[in-house]
């Protein structure tokens, strides 16, 4: 059983940082790239960041030079380091993570969400 757990979500002011964390837990054999979603109140849930196994990052362009992904691969942690923070980042954020479990399946799992406040 597989298991991603994320934390690090809450209120913020515009202007303010916030960093996401999301481990991964249970029996993995390999992971291809682990992300961050989010989805807003009446939108489509949407990429926010990946990171392949090899490093390699992609963002959405509306957070290019906000955001920041990284993982730690000792620990099967990812991070979303999240700057200057403006009310249209508010939404549920969703880790993601592309990976081969086990049984020798590879599939797509998917956090719990956390929310992400950014209001004054």
């Known amino acids: 059983q597989v298991q991603l757990v994320e934390s690090g979500g809450g209120l913020v002011q515009p202007g303010g940082s916030l960093r996401l964390s999301c481990a991964a837990s249970g029996s993995i054999f390999r992971i291809a790239a682990m992300g961050w979603y989010r989805q807003a109140p009446g939108k489509q849930r949407e990429l926010v960041a990946a990171i392949t196994s090899g490093g390699r990052t992609n963002y959405a362009d509306s957070v290019k030079g906000r955001f920041t992904i990284s993982r730690d691969n000792a620990k099967i942690t990812v991070y979303l380091h999240m700057n200057s923070l403006k009310p249209e980042d508010t939404a549920v954020y969703y880790c993601?993570?592309?990976?081969?479990?086990?049984?020798?399946?590879?599939?797509?799992?998917w956090g719990q969400g956390t929310q992400v406040t950014v209001s004054s």
């Open positions: 993601n993570a592309d990976l081969t479990a086990g049984r020798g399946i590879r599939e797509e799992y």
